[in-house]
């Protein structure tokens, strides 16, 4: 992925994707997918196309931090206030793609931009999101994400098939994930460091949840995000996480303390 500038739309973001090897075959699809996501979705200045060794795409640079960089400061500071605001707008992002029927199938950390402006947060890397057409030459079957942000019935699935079917409940135990880790540092299932991915996976199965503790109602609400059954995960809608009207700061950066991110929403309360 490389940052440059076009005369015509500023800032991009250029993708370029190769084959890595046979069992990840869609690494070489993944941008021109990505592309024709953004395309569905009705998103402007998005263009793709195909290299000798795979797909390119160019799409709009989103401004702003990545969640993990952005709460260093909890991590290392387990007092410090909770930023319920760039919780609640990381909910409302993905509870914006759930409306419009998509799910995005690939949530972590990196994928929530923080813009700290109206539009709040960015979810970005939709090459693995789902719903409705994507050019059939640049399809692939969905291979299941990053562990540490994979529900449990994906990795039975991928364990078993080596497939799954992402879901709107799978995005959001991966954003309840997403959002302990990058408070805490903590994973949400223990495995070793080093363990390979059906080690890890095996380990979600088995429902190897990893205590922490976070305050109410912050803590609550990530552990119903992380509910073995997805059925008993709330949905982003009906979890009543609004980050509201507030005024809004100029952009916050990584060591910025902006304050009306660390003040509770009363919509947090009673939320699930
Ligand atoms: N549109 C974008 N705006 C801003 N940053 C982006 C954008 N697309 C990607 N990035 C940055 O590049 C990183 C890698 O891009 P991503 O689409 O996740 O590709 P991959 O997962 O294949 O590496 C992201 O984690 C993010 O930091
Ligand atoms: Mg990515």
């Not at 890595?20 to 402007?44: C, K, M, N, Q």
């Not at 119903?224 to 809608?237: G, V």
Request: aromatic share 8%.
């Amino acid at each position: 992925m490389w940052e440059a500038e076009s005369k015509e739309h500023g800032r991009v973001a250029v993708k370029v994707g190769a084959l890595i090897d046979e069992e990840r075959g869609y690494t070489a699809l993944a941008p021109a997918r990505e592309a024709s996501v953004l395309h569905a979705l009705g998103r402007p200045h998005v263009t793709y196309g195909t290299w000798g060794r795979g797909t390119w795409s160019v799409q709009p640079w989103y401004d702003g931090d990545g969640l993990w960089p952005l709460w260093s400061r909890h991590r290392s500071d387990a007092s410090a206030p909770i930023d319920y605001l760039t919780a609640a707008e990381c909910v409302e992002a993905v509870d914006r793609l759930h409306s419009d029927g998509w799910c995005h199938g690939d949530i972590q950390p990196a994928h929530l931009i923080v813009t700290g402006e109206r539009d709040g947060v960015r979810l970005i890397d939709l090459a693995f999101a789902r719903r409705g057409t994507v050019k059939n030459l640049y399809d692939f079957l969905y291979p299941g994400c990053l562990v540490h942000y994979e529900a449990p019935e994906i990795s039975r699935n991928v364990l078993a098939t080596g497939r799954a079917v992402p879901s709107p409940s799978a995005d959001v135990y991966a954003l309840g994930a997403s959002l302990l880790i990058s408070a805490t540092g903590k994973r949400a299932m223990v495995y070793p460091d080093d363990a390979e991915r059906p080690v890890q996976r095996q380990a979600v199965v088995d429902n190897k949840r990893r205590p922490f503790d976070l305050p109410a109602p912050f803590g609550p609400m990530i552990d119903a995000m992380l509910s073995y059954e997805p059925y008993d995960r709330p949905r982003c809608r009906t979890s009543r996480l609004s980050s509201g009207e507030r005024p809004r700061k100029p952009r916050a950066t990584a060591d910025a303390t902006p304050k009306q991110r660390n003040s509770p929403g009363p919509k947090w309360a009673g939320a699930r």
